[in-house]
C-alpha cells in the first residue's frame, strides 16, 4: 500500500457556503501546517483531534489565499482511520482549487474516486455493505432514501439475506450428507420439507425484488411527464409542484415549446419532472418538433401527469392525449376546478384521475397521495429493508431463478447432486449480495460508483 | 551409541511402505529416482490395518484419479477385489462411488510384489530413528546404525510413528497389528521442531466367521454389472463374496454406556482426536443418543481366512466389555472375537506446514504423505504419497513442481484442505468438500487427469491415446444424438407413459428425451436406429453429459468465477501487519500460511469474506490501482 497522503475537494463543485479540502494521511498535518496558518499562531501538528483552527489557506510562498478554519481529526478516529485535516474556505471554484494546489505543492497526491473510503475500508473502520451504502447516503434526495441507505449501512439487508442463506445451505449440508454417508442411514430429504423449504426462501427473496423499484423510485426519484394539449395548464401544474416558476406562463398556447426540466420532491418521492409542449395537430414547424419531443418524453417517463382542462368539453385532442397514456403508469390530472366543471370525464372512467385547481393549489394533497401511491412507496414501511442497487438485484434476481429451479428439478425427480447445483448457486448470490463472498468484480463494482473526494 | 555407517545414496527415500508410501516410492522411482522404501515390516507392505475395502464416496473418486494419474492402488484393489458395489446409483453421476472389499492378504502381496519388481526402488526392511540435514542432503540412520543419504525424504510413517495402543485401561507404545512403533523418529522430529501433535483412530474386532449366524442377518450382494477402479483393467471383476449387515440394540448400548468409565477416551487418558467423520460406537452412542440402533456391516477379511470385520463397531473399551457388547447382538449371540478392536494414538503434523506440493515449508527436501499429514484413509494416503512422490522426483530433477488444482481433482481439493484450511481431525475426503461435485465425477477422472498422468510420464502413450479415442467417440456421439429427431411413435408412447413422463405427439430430439429423469440412453436404443456400438463406459459418459449438460455448464461457470481469485496472486513479501483493515485473527493465520493467491486466503478458516475485500482493495481491487 502506499503510504501516500492524499487530498481532494470533498463538497461539490460550483458556488456554495463554503469548500472544503479533505487531506487524509500519515503526513496530513504537516502538509496542512504548510498550507494553513493559524491566527493563534499554533500548529496543526501540536493540536488534538476534534479540535478546529481558525486562520487563513496559505501558498508555499506565505501568501494568502482565503480565510479558513482547519479542522484536525487524530488516527484512528477519522473517515478514513488515518490523521485526517479538513480545512474550509469560501465557497466557489477559485479558493477551493488554489488550496489544493497548495495542499498538493507541500506533498499531497491527487485522491482517485473513492480513495478516502478505500482508505476508510482498509483501515477496518467500514465493511462492504457498509461501503456500498455510503454511496446511497451521499446520493440520497429526500429523507426516506436517507432512511433506506441508513438501512443499509446499518446491516439490515445482510441480516435478511443471512437469514435466507442460512436456510439454504442447511438444505445443501443434508443434500450433501445424503450422500457422503450411505452406510448411514440418513433419512433422504422428503419433498415436504424441501418444497417448505424452497419456497419460504422464495418468498423472502420474492418480497426483496419486488420492493426494488419503490425503492429505486425514492432513491434515485422517479423520471416523471407532465403531458397534455396546450394551455390545459401543464406549467401552473409544474410550477406549483416544484414551488417556483420554473415555467413560463401566458395564456397563449403553445408557450412551452422545449422540455423544462425540474426536481421535486412530493412526500417520500423526488421527481425528475418534465415539462412538456402541449399536443396537437399543429402546422408551426418549431411547435411540431415540441411535440413529438413531449410524445417522446411521454414514452420514457415512468410516471405521466395528463393534465385535462375540466372548465371546457373535452375535444379531439384531449382524446389522442387518452389514447397516448392508456397504457401508461398515469394520473390524469383534472385541473381548473376553480371553474365549473363542463367536461363530460367519462373518457377517463378507469383511470387515476385528481381533481386540482393548479393556479390555486386546491387538490396538491390528494395528488401528491396518488404519486406517492403509483410510485410504490406507498407499499414501503420504514423499516423494510430495500436491494440498494442494480448490483444487489441482480444478485437476487439470479438467487431467486435458481431456487426456483432448484425447485422445479426437485419435483420432476432430477437426482439431488445435480439439485445442489442450483442450491450453491443461490447460495453464491446471496452471499454475493451481501458482500459476503468478495470477488474482485464485486468490490469494483461496489467502488467505482464513488466520485472524487469521499 | 551405536556405531553408524555409510549404507548407501539415493535421490529419495520413503518412510514408510503403507499406502501412501508405496505410491510415493513407486512414482518418485518411475519418474526416473533411485529410490528406496523402508518400512518396520516388510510382511505387512500395503497393510489394510482397518477395513479390508477400498474406495467408497469420495474415496473411490480418488482412486479413480490416482488411477489416471499412473497410481498403483485402483490396479491393486481390481486385481484382489471380493465383492464390488457402485455407491448412491440413486443419487446421481457426482456421488455415484464405486467401493470394493478386498481380500487383505492378497492386496498386502500384491504391493508387494509390485515395488520389489520396481525399477529404480530398492526396498528395505528397517526402522528409521533419525533425520538430519547434512550438506544439503539428509541422512536417515536405522536402528542398527545404518546411515543412507537422499536429496528428498518423504515421510510416510501412518499410525507407527510414536504409535500407542489403547484397550481400556490397558494401553501400550506399539504400531498398527502389533507391529513396532517409530519411538525414535517421533523424538527426532520433535527435536527438529517440526510441528507435531497427536490424533488418533481405531478398529473394530475381527471375528471367527463360524460363530456367527448369518441366517438372521441381511445380506448384502456385490452389483451384477461391475466396474473396475482401474482404467487399464480389462479383465471382469467378479463377485466372490457377500456381506452381511446387522444391528446394535438397547442392550448394547446399556452395556456400553454402563462401562463408558473404562473407555480410555471418556477417561480421558488419550489425548489424541478422533476422525469425526468415523467415529467409534461407544462416541456414536453418546453423540447420537436418541438413535435407536447403529447399523453394523460384517465384511470378510479374505478369502482363505476365517475373520470377519465388522465395519462400524470400532471402540476402545476393555476387551470383556467387547466381547460383551459384541454378543448382544443379532446373528452375534456366539461370536468368538479373533482379533480384540483397540484405539491407537499417533503423532502427525499441522498440515498448514507443507506447500501444496507437500514438500515442509521449513525443511527443503522433506515431504509428508498419508495420515502424518493429518489425513485418514488409505485412499487419501495413497493421493498424497503420488503427490509427494511426483514433487519429490521434480524435485531432484529440477522440474516444475506439481500442484492439482481444487477446480480439476478430489486430490487437489484434499492437498488444498490440508494444507490451506488445516484440519482438527483426521480428514476424510467427502463429495461435500468439493465445491465442483458435478464436474468432480468417477466416470471422468481419466479425461480430466490423464493427459497430466501422460506428460508427467507415468501414463502411457498407449493407454492415454486409448482414453484420447474413447473421448472423441464419447463426443462424436453426444453431437449425433442431439442432432436425432425422434417420429412419435406408439412403442415409445407406451415406454414414456410406463416411467411415468408425458408421451409425445410430435417428433421429439434424442437428448432431449434423453434429459428427462425417468429415461436412460439404453432405453432408447430400440427407437435411435443409427446409434453406434459403444463400450459401457463410453455409454455412461454420454448418458451423464447429456443428462446433466445445463447443470455441468452451470458448475463451470462457477469454476470460472474460482479461477479468477486463484490467478489473484499474493506478493510473497506482503506485510499482513501493517493491513489494519484485517481482523487480528486473518492477520495472524494469513501472516503463518502465507497463501499464494485470494483465491487461496479465502479457505484459511479465521479468514472472513470481509478480510478478504480488504485483501482484494489492498491488491488493487480498483481499476488502474496499484496494479
Redesign the interface.
Known sequence: MSESTIAAISTPKGEGGISVIRISGSDALSIADKCFSAVSGKKLCDMKGYTAAFGAAVRGDGSRIDEAVALVFRAPKSYTGEDVVEISVHGGIVPARECLKSVFAAGACFARAGEFTKRAFLNGKMDLAEAESVIEIIGAKNAAALRLANGAKEGRIGKDIEKITEKLLLTAASLAAYSDFPDEDIEGLDQEHFSAMIEESEAAISKLISTFHSGQAVLLGVPAAIVGKPNVGKSTLMNMLSGNERSIVTKHAGTTRDIVETQVNVGDITLVLSDTAGIRETDDEIESIGVSRAIRRLDGSALVLAVFDISKPFDGDDERIIDLIKDKNCIAVLNKSDLPKVADCSALAGFNTVEVSAKLGGGMDALAKKIEELCGAAALLPDDTVLLNERQYSCAVRAKNAISEAKEAFCSGVTLDAVTVLIDEAINALLELSGKKATGEVVEEIFKNFCIGK | MIKRYDAGEYDVAVIGGGHAGIEAALSAARLGCSTVMFTISLDWVGNMPCNPSIGG??KGHLVRELDALGGEMGKAADATTLQSRM??R??????Y?LRAQIDRRAYSGYMKNAVEKQKGLDVKQAEIVSLEKEGGRWALTTRLGACFKANCVIIATGTFLGGRVYIGEVNYESGPDGNFPATELANCLKQMGLPLRRFKTGTPARVARDSIDFSVLEVQEGDEKTEPFSYKTKKPIENKVVCHIGYTNEKTKEIILENLDRSPLYSGVIEGVGPR?CPSIEDKIVRFADKKRH?M?IEPCGENTDEMYL??MSSSLPEEVQLAFYRTMKGLENVKVMRNAYAIEYDCIDPTALYPTLELKSFPGLFGAGQFNGSSGYEEAAAQGLVAGINAAHRVKGKEPLILSRTGSYIGTLIDDLVTKGCMDPYRM???RS?Y??LLRQDNADERLMPTGHEIGLIDDLTFAEMTGETRLKEAEIARVKSVFLPPSEALGELLISRGTAPTDTGVNLADLIKR??ISYKDLAAFDKGRPVLSDRVCEKVQIEIK?EG?IE??SK?VE?MR??ES?RIPEDIDYG??????LEAREKLSKIRPDS?GRAGRISGVS??D???L???LG???G??K
Open positions: 464416496t469420495a455407491l448412491n440413486g443419487k446421481g453421476p457426482a456421488v462411488s467423520y447399523q456391516f465395519q462400524g467427502m463429495t461435500s465445491e461435485r458435478l429423469p425417468q446433466y447443470y452451470r458448475q462457477q468465477e479468477r481469485l489473484k501493517s493491513i489494519r483493515g484485517l481482523r485470494v469474506p470481509a478478504i475485500a480488504v482484494l482493495i489492498y481491487g480498483i481499476k490501482e496499484n
